[in-house]
């Protein structure tokens, strides 16, 4: 040990001015000397080092070692042939008078390594008075308080004398690399800490305040709760005092979770049993010594002169006044008697560290005991290996012992010096509805596990239910956690909205494209798939016009068949004719297909006549409005007919025009082969609920318009032809009802444009641009069919009598009247 020689001479200093002996001991004589420290008096105020008389935490702690004491010195299997000895010191609960009163523990050290005796002169040659030498002190009991605990602990190391603590329980005391020689019969507060914290955790609290009384008890306490909290559990601030609850009108606010300094003792909740209603408190697990109670009464005045202390405490005890020779006593207070007797004039609860303090004297006797059988075996009492006892060896022989303490449960250290973890768990509960009248109530235990009868537990307000003591609430379902910054007990609720999902507690994620959120947003489900159907009410308008124009297209065409070789009929141009109602026909059956079921074949028939019966009809269309302008216009100049006007001529040119439609479509249907898709963008609504999938073939809208657009081109180059050929007599009775059909035509298809794209956000585009296209389809297909051939039908069916052979203009006749002269009849019949 190196820090000795250093600390030699200011001890031996100490020693030399009497400071040790100042306050007086209690000395038991014996072979061995177990030292002693207890708080028989609390610290004093100021300029005085002792206050008033602590009863229970001093009297009762120092009777119960000399209780241990007497019982070990009666042991004839403990110890024999050894009587142990002691010497019990006041600490007055401060630390720095604490280390002044335990240097007299290293006396016999400090003289037997300094040897000044030897060196001691008196004037004259007179010889020195020669004295009693001091108890050499082989282990120490005590000290109560932690920091008083740490102090003297720090010197004894220095003269390695073990010592065993029956109270101090400040997490720092397990450090053995400065403390080697600390050990203790409680559980340090690491222990206690950890009961709390798991008792917090049970009730399902993780927003807690701290409160640490003053002092490295307090405050180590405190702080080791916080380092084991700090998974799951956050302080939220530090109070001072139980009353400032009151103060700050909070009573019922705060739920108090107590360390044992609380305990199940009275004091802390006096005057304040409104706060602590409701309390759980941790005591080390310890039972009453029936053995301590029954000496403890019987000690009177006369039968226990060896505590120089307990005259002090009988005048405290019994509120009276001892008396001596030569004083007098104040005639406000009564004389003892010395007939009172504890128990019976006073009352008495035994304290709750009486327990700790006989097992701590009883652990150095087994040290002691198997140190001697070790060292002296065979021998009877103290053998020269045992004298003196060497401290290092008798702090392994501590650190080995296990026995049944005077409590039936087994008292052992660790590798720290610490005794394990043993917890009685209490609550202060109101009796009969009165927190005045209110006790304490064992609810659990704690030994390295918890277990907690939550039953048992009452609360103000509905007994049953525990408090919450939360910083956030829980997050509800589809609800993520976002974090306060510094606080991981804190947190917001953010909604997992929209198509988000939670994927756990502090993340949201988008669903897959073909999936929506559950509705609470806890997972995902297949979006719906839907598709225009034959029972939609979508589908009902462009059915019902297909169905009538099928009809009626094929009325026409069975009219005309049945009277093929009738004037109206080959006037009508009846080749050609055919062709323009098969490309009607094909317009209306468009729909079924629009309708249908999209699937590959469904696909490809829809690319292929889409396009193919109006590129059909306005293929026929153009030809016919072609040939009537050119044959007016070739009447302008000449009497030879142009070229290409024949029915033959005109099917060549017909079949033509269409085949770049087929060919086009068939070229697309090569590149890129037809099939079924379901677009879930189309209907991804706000609302997740309405989202849907759409079944649909794989046609963008450019491609669908571009599937007619070649159509539209047919239909433009028509209706400018048809325009040019509006002068052309009523001879040519056709061209004005082809005019007037492309006319309309074309403003249904300027409508048909911006409702087909200005619907293109909608949720329900499927629906109305499918409607919206066979109708436009269905109506110019009606267009064509009612101006061109239903009249004929009409005269063909119900005016016979009009449908014969007209005489014949020739061209010639023709040309004159396209431009006829002022007055000249037009129908003026002309003859080959």
């Not at 650190?399 to 394990?420: H, K, Q």
């Not at 009538?548 to 005309?560: C, D, E, K, P, Q």
């Not at 006007?645 to 060549?652: D, G």
Request: hydrophobic content about 40%; some cysteine.
């Amino acid at each position: 040990m190196a820090g000795v020689p250093a600390l030699l001479p200011l001890l031996l200093a100490l020693a030399q001015a009497g400071v040790v002996g100042a306050a007086g001991s209690v000395r038991l004589a014996g072979g061995l000397t177990l030292g002693g420290l207890f708080p028989v008096h609390a610290r004093g105020a100021a300029g005085r080092a002792c206050g008033q008389l602590k009863k229970e935490q001093g009297v009762h702690r120092l009777e119960a070692m000399l209780y241990a004491l007497d019982r070990v010195n009666a042991d004839p299997e403990l110890l024999p042939g050894v009587r142990l000895g002691a010497r019990l010191l006041d600490t007055c609960s401060r630390d720095t008078y604490a280390l002044e009163q335990a240097l007299s523990f290293v006396q016999a050290l400090i003289r037997g390594r300094d040897g000044e005796e030897a060196a001691v002169r008196c004037p004259g040659g007179v010889p020195p008075l020669r004295t009693a030498p001091p108890e050499r002190v082989v282990a120490v009991v005590g000290a109560s308080a932690s920091s008083v605990s740490i102090m003297v602990a720090n010197v004894l190391r220095l003269f390695a004398i073990p010592q065993i603590s029956y109270a101090s329980t400040a997490p720092e005391l397990s450090d053995s690399t400065r403390y080697d020689f600390f050990s203790r019969v409680v559980p340090p507060d690491s222990y206690q800490a950890q009961a709390m914290v798991d008792i917090v955790r049970a009730l399902g609290w993780n927003y807690v305040s701290t409160l640490a009384s003053e002092g490295n008890y307090g405050e180590s306490g405190v702080e080791a709760f916080v380092q084991i909290s700090r998974e799951g559990v956050c302080i939220a601030q530090l109070m001072e005092t139980p009353n400032a609850a009151r103060q700050a009108n909070l009573t019922g606010h705060f739920l108090w979770v107590g360390s044992d300094s609380w305990g199940a003792k009275i004091s802390p909740v006096l005057n304040l049993e409104d706060v602590a209603v409701g309390a759980i408190t941790i005591l080390p697990k310890r039972a009453s010594i029936d053995g301590f109670d029954q000496y403890f009464m019987t000690r009177s005045l006369e039968n226990n002169r060896r505590n120089i202390w307990f005259a002090e405490f009988w005048e405290e005890n019994f509120n009276c006044k001892l008396t001596s020779s030569g004083t007098q006593s104040d005639d406000s207070t009564r004389k003892c008697t010395g007939e009172e007797r504890i128990g019976r004039d006073s009352a008495y609860e035994q304290e709750g560290k009486v327990q700790f303090v006989i097992d701590a004297v009883y652990a150095i006797a087994h040290a002691l005991h198997s140190m001697q059988q070790a060292l002296c075996p065979g021998h009877t009492g103290l053998c020269p290996a045992m004298e003196p006892t060497d401290g290092r060896t008798l702090l392994q022989y501590i650190r080995a012992v296990r026995f049944n303490g005077s409590a039936g449960t087994p008292v052992m250290f660790n590798e720290n010096g610490d005794a394990p973890g043993r917890y009685d768990i209490f609550q202060y509960q109101a009796t009969n509805g009165s927190a005045g009248s209110g006790s304490y109530q064992a609810v659990g235990q704690w030994a390295e596990t918890l277990r907690l009868d939550v039953e048992a537990l009452q609360w103000s307000g509905d007994p049953r239910e525990v408090p919450e003591s939360l910083c956030s609430l829980p997050c509800g379902p589809g609800e993520r956690k976002k974090m306060v910054k510094g606080v991981p007990c804190c947190w917001h609720c953010e909604a997992c909205d929209g198509y988000r999902f939670q994927v756990d507690e502090f993340t949201c994620e988008a669903c897959p494209g073909h999936m929506r959120p559950t509705r609470n947003h806890t997972g995902c489900r297949p979006t719906p798939v839907v598709r225009l159907s034959w029972s939609s009410p979508w589908a009902a308008p462009p059915l019902l016009l297909a169905v009538l124009g099928i009809m009626a297209t094929t009325t026409v065409v069975a009219t005309f068949v049945r009277h093929n070789n009738t004037p109206i009929v080959r006037a009508s141009g009846r080749e050609l004719s055919y062709v323009l109602l098969t490309g009607i026909f094909l317009i209306y059956a468009i729909t079924f297909l629009m309708v249908a079921e999209p699937g590959a074949a469904v696909c490809a028939t829809r690319r292929l006549f889409l396009g193919l019966g109006t590129s059909l009809s306005y293929s026929a269309l153009l030809t016919k409005t072609n040939r009537i302008y050119r044959i007016f216009e070739q009447g302008k100049r000449s009497v030879t007919p142009p070229p290409f006007i024949s029915p033959t001529s005109q099917l060549v040119i017909t079949f033509s025009l269409t085949s770049v439609q087929v060919v086009g479509v068939l070229a697309w249907l090569g590149a890129q082969p037809p099939h079924s898709v379901i677009d879930y963008e189309e209907q991804r609504t706000v609302d997740p609920e309405q989202a849907r999938g759409v079944l649909k073939c794989d046609m963008s809208d450019l491609s669908l318009i571009g599937c007619l657009g070649y159509s539209l081109l047919l239909m433009v180059t028509c209706t400018v032809y048809a325009i040019k050929a509006r002068g052309v007599p009523e001879t040519f009775n056709e061209a004005k009802p082809i005019g007037f059909t492309m006319y309309t035509t074309c403003i249904i298809w300027l409508a048909f444009v911006p409702i087909f794209f200005g619907t293109a956000q909608s949720a329900e585009k499927i629906y109305i641009q499918t409607t919206t296209l066979t109708v436009s389809l269905s109506l110019s297909a009606s267009v064509s069919l009612g101006m061109l051939y239903v009249p004929k039908t009409y005269v063909i069916l119900f005016h016979p009598e009009q449908n014969v052979q007209k005489r014949k203009r020739s061209l010639k006749t023709t040309s004159t009247v396209a431009a006829p002269p002022k007055g000249e009849d037009s129908e003026a019949p002309s003859s080959k």
